[in-house]
């Protein structure tokens, strides 16, 4: 998936804010940072049509060091050069976005593997920022793709490791293709389908499902290394290819594909049985 690479070519923390569209923000229930906790985690919550809800979770701004080092077992030239990014403040989805999600929002259902509580698949990027628009208009706030670096970012949950469980991964923390070790990690199991969102522990972030289970679609364009890349955690949008950039690995890989810093591309039409997406959320964090 780097510089022309794409998948179907490689074969292989506490206060709770909820929000609903009769009610608004509920700020007392917020719990305010206190010396004891530096980040505490405070959610989102939108109600969709039929009981169905999205969790977002309040991501901190601050600077982190993007890409991946020269060290790093299974890294690609794509994931350099290294560069400190400064990302701001930003709802992230708790999960990659769910087939009930969809259906709230967007009516059938593409997805390969069925199972309302599964990450939505076989969707493209088009259709991916189809569905933010939507939501967006339905609830009067702005939600969209994270920028590549916002993903990178909520991803590690201040780590620098090649996951942000640490230096590997298993097939208890992550949906991968265990077939295939990571460095000295031993090979396991290959579940060879998405899983339901959340079925494994989540990141610092209280994010889940970073790594595994489907790739990620972000806003970027894609470009074959970062020379020139953003410093602000906004999207790259210059350029003139029609691929958009992927993040996380999915099922149908290996760990080294599921790494923080792995980067793949897709034309924006393209569509795949390991592809979804999750959003983010620019409204305020209320006080």
């Known amino acids: 998936m780097d ?18 569209k009769e009610t608004g923000f509920l700020s007392d229930s917020l719990l305010l940072p206190t010396d004891s906790v530096k980040n505490p985690v405070s959610e989102l919550i939108e109600n969709l049509e039929h009981g169905v809800s999205l969790e977002m979770v309040w991501i ?29 403040a930003f709802y992230a989805g708790k999960y990659p976005i769910t087939q009930a999600q969809w259906e709230a929002v967007m009516g059938k259902n593409p997805s390969g593997f069925q ?52 230096e590997t991964i298993t097939p208890d923390l992550v949906n991968y293709n265990g077939n295939y070790p990571y460095d000295s990690a031993q090979s396991g199991l290959s579940r060879e389908q998405t899983t339901d969102v959340g079925s ?43 691929s958009r950039v992927l993040r996380g690995g999915s099922w149908f890989y290996d760990q080294r594909f599921c790494r923080s810093a792995v980067r793949g591309c897709c034309p924006s039409a393209y569509r795949y049985w390991g592809i979804g997406f999750r959003v983010a959320c620019v409204a305020a964090r209320t006080p």
């Open 3 to 20: 510089s022309g690479t794409s998948i179907d070519s490689l074969n292989t923390k506490t206060g709770l804010i909820h929000f609903n």
């Open 60 to 88: 901190p701004g601050d600077t982190f060091m993007m890409g991946s080092p020269a060290t790093e077992s299974g890294r690609r030239d794509n994931e350099s050069p290294q560069h400190r990014v400064k990302v701001p």
């Open 115 to 166: 199972g309302e509580k599964r990450p939505v698949e076989n969707v493209s990027w088009t259709k991916a920022v189809e569905f933010c628009n939507k939501l967006s208009q339905t609830t009067g706030k702005t939600y969209r793709l994270l920028s590549e670096a916002e993903w990178e970012y909520a991803c590690r949950a201040d780590t620098t490791t090649p996951f942000h469980f640490g």
């Open 200 to 242: 494994f522990p989540p990141n610092a972030f209280g994010l889940y499902d970073m790594h595994g289970n489907i790739w990620e679609w972000c806003s970027d364009k894609w470009h074959d290394n970062y020379n020139g890349a953003p410093t602000d955690g906004s999207s790259w949008e210059t350029g003139t290819g029609n």
